[in-house]
C-alpha cells in the first residue's frame, strides 16, 4: 500500500477530506521535504513558514493561485531567474492578480486595497453587517434548522463585500448568481480556475467593474468604486481601468470563499466542542479568540505557494532558483515545536493572533479585518437568537463520528453543506 505522504495532495480525495493527517505524515519527515517523484518541496514547519512568506526577496508569489503542483510555463536555468519569470508571468495562472504579483507591481497594487478596509470604513459598514446577518439568522431560527453554507454564508459574504464596495443594488441579486456558480479557487476540476476562459464565472463579473468604474471617473460618487476610479499609486501614476477591475474581481472571489467557510468551520467548532457555546452565549467577547482559534486549527486557506527565483536557503536547507514550495498554512499552525497540544481547541491559547491562517508578509490578507467583522457579527446574531445550536444528525451522523462533505480544493478548507438545527433562545422575535 501507498504510504500517505507518497500519495498526491492534488488530487487525491481522502487527502482532501482530511489535509491534517497527510501534512502530519509529512512532517514526519521535517519541517520541509520534497515528496518522492514531485517536483516541488512541502513546508510543515511553522518558523520556516514565516521564512518564506518574509522573504520575498528570493520568494515570488507568482504561483500562488496556480499552486505547486502546476509546471512553468518555462526550463529554469541559473541562479537568479527573475528575468525568465517575468517574461513568462502571463503565461501562469493568475499571474497578474495581487496575490499572485511582486515587487513594485505588488506594492502599487496593494496600496489602493489598504485604502478598503480601514478601521473606519468597517465600522461604517458595520451596522449594514448586523441588520442583514440578525434578518437571516432570524428567518433560519424561525425554521428551526438552515443549511448554513449555500443558505446563509454565501450570500451573506458576497452581499458585504458588494455593499462595502459599493455595487448597486439592483445588481446585487446578480452578482449572487454568478458567485454561486463560480467553483472555489484551486478547484480539483481541471481548468475550473481559468480566468482567462471567458465563460469563467468571475469574468462576467469584470464587465460590471469595468462599467461602475468608467462611470465614476468623469463623476465620483461617495462609494468605494469611485475612490478606486481616482485612486493614484504611491508614485503618483494611475493605474490601468483593467488593472482596477482586475483587483474589484479579485477581491471579490478572494473574500467569498474563505469568509464563507470560516463560518462553517466556526460551526462546527461551536456544535462540537463540548461546553464552547454556552461559553461564547455568556460572553460573547470571547468570539473573536474563538474565531482566531478555528483559523489556527481549521483556517480556510490549507496552503499557498512560491517559486524560488534565486538559489536562496530555508533554514539550512539550500534550495536553487525554479524551486517550487507548497507552503502548508494548515500544517504551520499545527507545528508542535510552536503549538503545545496543536491539535487541541483551546479558547485561551496565548499569542494566538500568530497563526499563519491569513498568511504572513507583504502578502499578509488584505481582508482579514473585514473577515473578522463579518464573521464575528454574524456568530454574536446566531448565538444571541438560539438557545442550542447541533448538527442535524439525520445529515451529519452523530458528535465523534460526523459524516462532512469537503469542499474539492487544494487551497480552501472547507465544508460544501453544513446542516444545523437551532433552538430559538426566549427573545425570540425581539
Ligand atoms: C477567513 C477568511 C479569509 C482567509 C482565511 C484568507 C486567507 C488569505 C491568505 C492566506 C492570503 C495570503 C496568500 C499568500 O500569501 O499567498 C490572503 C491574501 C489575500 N486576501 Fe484573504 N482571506 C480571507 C478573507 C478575505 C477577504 C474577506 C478578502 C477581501 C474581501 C480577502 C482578500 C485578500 C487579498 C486581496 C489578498 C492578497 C493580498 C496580497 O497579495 O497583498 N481575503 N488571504
Redesign the pocket.
Known amino acids: 500500500m501507498t504510504a500517505l505522504e507518497d500519495r498526491d495532495y492534488f488530487t487525491d480525495y481522502e487527502i482532501l477530506k482530511d489535509p491534517y493527517e497527510y501534512f502530519e505524515a509529512v512532517r514526519g519527515h521535517g519541517p520541509i521535504w520534497q515528496p518522492t517523484g514531485r517536483d516541488y518541496l512541502i513546508v510543515t514547519g511553522f518558523d520556516e513558514t514565516v521564512e518564506i ?1 518574509n522573504n520575498n526577496r528570493d520568494f515570488s ?1 507568482v504561483i ?1 493561485l496556480a499552486g505547486a503542483a502546476a509546471p512553468l510555463p518555462f526550463q529554469p536555468h541559473g541562479s537568479d531567474i527573475t528575468e525568465q519569470l517575468e517574461a513568462n508571468r502571463s503565461k501562469i495562472l493568475g499571474g497578474d492578480l ?2 499572485n504579483l511582486d515587487d513594485d507591481a ?1 506594492n502599487n497594487m ?1 496600496s489602493l ?1 489598504n485604502r478598503l478596509f480601514t478601521p473606519s470604513r468597517l465600522k461604517a459598514n458595520e451596522e449594514f453587517i448586523r441588520e442583514y446577518s440578525e434578518e437571516l439568522v432570524k428567518k433560519a431560527v424561525a425554521n428551526g434548522s438552515v443549511e448554513l453554507i449555500k443558505t446563509i454564508s454565501t450570500p451573506f459574504v458576497t452581499l458585504v ?1 458588494a455593499d462595502l464596495l459599493g455595487v448597486p443594488e439592483q445588481d446585487r441579486e446578480h452578482f449572487m448568481k454568478i458567485i454561486e456558480a463560480a467553483p472555489p479557487p484551486g478547484s480539483l476540476e481541471t481548468g475550473e480556475n481559468d480566468f482567462s476562459d471567458e465563460n469563467h464565472p468571475m469574468v462576467a463579473m469584470a464587465g460590471y467593474f469595468a462599467r461602475y468604474i468608467g462611470e465614476r471617473m468623469p463623476a465620483p460618487r461617495d462609494d468605494i468604486l469611485s475612490e478606486l476610479a481616482h485612486a493614484e499609486y504611491p508614485d503618483g501614476t494611475k493605474p490601468r481601468l483593467e488593472d482596477l477591475v482586475a483587483l474589484s474581481v ?2 471579490f472571489g ?2 467569498q470563499d ?2 464563507a467557510k ?1 463560518l462553517g468551520n466556526s460551526m462546527r467548532y461551536i456544535t462540537d466542542v463540548p461546553g464552547l457555546q454556552d461559553r461564547l452565549r455568556a460572553d460573547p467577547s470571547l468570539i473573536p479568540a474563538m474565531l482566531e482559534e478555528v ?1 489556527r486549527l481549521e ?3 490549507k496552503q ?1 505557494a512560491r517559486l524560488a527565483r534565486r538559489d536562496t536557503k530555508i533554514g539550512d536547507l539550500d534550495v536553487p532558483a525554479g524551486t517550487k514550495v507548497l507552503v502548508a ?1 494548515s500544517a504551520a499552525n499545527r507545528d508542535a515545536r510552536r503549538w503545545p497540544a496543536p491539535a487541541d481547541f483551546e479558547l485561551d491559547r496565548k499569542k494566538i493572533k500568530e497563526h499563519v ?3 504572513r508578509g ?7 479585518p ?2 473578522r467583522v463579518e464573521v464575528r457579527i454574524i456568530l454574536e446574531q446566531f448565538l444571541k437568537h438560539t438557545s442550542n445550536i447541533d448538527l442535524d444528525e439525520s445529515r451529519h451522523g452523530p458528535r465523534g463520528s460526523r459524516d462532512l462533505d469537503f469542499e474539492p480544493s487544494f487551497i480552501i478548507r472547507g465544508l460544501a453543506e453544513l446542516h444545523l438545527k437551532l433552538t430559538p433562545s426566549a427573545d425570540i422575535g425581539s
Not at 507583504?362 to 482579514?368: E, F, L, M, W
Open positions: 512568506l508569489a500562488g495581487l496575490v505588488h496593494r486595497v463585500i479579485f477581491m478572494a473574500g474563505t469568509s470560516l483559523l483556517g480556510s486557506t499557498t498554512l491562517g491569513f498568511g507583504k502578502h499578509v490578507c488584505a481582508g482579514a473585514l473577515a
